[in-house]
């Protein structure tokens, strides 16, 4: 558990708002010495705080779509378990992993082609795990909202921008510098580009130009950071919400409704047996159960909702097969 100084907060604001920010203006905007920046970035670094600096890809603009898989277990030994985890972890298109409670055991996120590259990844998953699965169910994601974790320095008049992806789906060709770019990046969003540029064997004037490029097309939506919600005294829930009627009104009023919510940081709209998820981070259950309430009364036109309490998060990239460099 850690309780932040000031300082650590102002710093984390940033780097959330914009994580490839240059110290001197990461040390401008809160106040501090260069030096002491450095010092602070380190260190929320080296006590978990910080789990990676997040590039935040487009996957639709790359032409995979988002499958979910949720899963819940009978008769699955510690060791099976662990097994299964390590066949999730080396697939490289399964970009997130995340153990739960509440109605389901485990959820996991596919990027996929097509409908039969992803009956390929969970048809390899099931032949070896499937005699541990009880129940199971999937969805697509047709939209995402992402928004600052504004529940991290609880301040007001901070904007509530929102990045969203998978609303216009259109497959953007690049070529094999760009791909090893993203990759690289995608985990580590102050990676240098002098660092990039010596990977890649080209300028760094080339690396920065591609990157803008990247940007204006907004296949890199922005830049952010994953943190340990545990180490932060937070609890994370997903809420799968089924409704009776969700138009396109009611989804925008949900949007502008997440938008003003700080422990909101994720809405998904998705095809399946329920049409909306989630996703909160709140310091405890009877939080949690308050912005449901809250919800409620807002939005009569949800039915019922599955609550999941995500108490382990062993994977979350932005970008199939990231960090491999390919020749």
């Known amino acids: 558990m850690k309780e932040l100084q000031v300082k650590d907060k102002a710093v984390l604001k940033e780097l959330d708002l ?3 920010i240059p110290l001197t203006q990461l040390a401008k905007k809160t106040k501090i010495s260069k030096d002491q920046a450095k010092y602070r970035i380190d260190n929320l670094i080296k006590t978990w705080v910080i789990k990676k600096f997040v590039t935040q890809i487009d996957p639709t603009k ?4 988002v499958y979910k898989l949720f899963f819940k277990f009978e008769n699955l030994t510690e060791t099976k378990e662990k097994e299964l985890i390590e066949w999730l972890m080396k697939n490289e298109f399964v970009y997130w992993i995340a153990q739960c409670r509440g109605r389901w055991d485990m959820n996991i996120a596919i990027f996929a082609e097509n409908v039969q590259h992803f009956n390929n990844i969970f048809s390899a998953f099931f032949n ?13 994601t047709l939209k995402v909202g992402a928004m600052n974790k504004k529940w991290l320095y609880e301040e007001k008049g901070i904007s509530r921008e929102v990045k969203v992806w998978g609303e216009n789906p259109e497959k953007i060709i690049l070529d094999n510098i760009d791909i ?7 985990n580590n969003s102050r990676e240098s580009y002098v660092n990039i540029a010596s990977k890649l064997k080209t300028t760094t004037r080339k ?13 890199i939506l922005g830049y952010s950071i994953s943190v340990d919600y545990e180490i932060l ?3 994370f829930f997903k809420s799968a ?8 009104k009611t989804k925008k009023r949900i949007e502008e409704y997440c938008k003003n919510r700080p422990s909101i940081n994720y809405f998904i709209f998705c095809l399946g047996r329920w049409p909306l998820e989630i996703e909160f981070i709140v310091k405890d259950n009877k939080e949690f159960f308050d912005e449901m309430e809250s919800f409620k009364k807002n939005f009569p036109e949800m039915k019922s909702y599955d609550l999941m309490m995500f108490s382990k998060e062993y994977k979350f990239d932005w970008m199939p097969m990231c960090y491999k460099v390919e020749k």
């Open 180 to 186: 090893k770019i993203l990759r690289i990046i995608a």
């Open 128 to 140: 070896k795990f499937g005699k541990f699965i009880s129940e199971q169910d999937f969805n697509i």
């Open 207 to 219: 690396v920065i130009y591609r990157i803008k490029e990247l940007e204006k097309k907004k296949i």
């Open 241 to 248: 919400m089924y409704f009776n009627n969700l138009n396109d």
């Open 62 to 65: 790359l032409g995979y779509s």
């Open 233 to 235: 005294k937070k609890q």
């Open 18 to 20: 914009n994580s490839e």
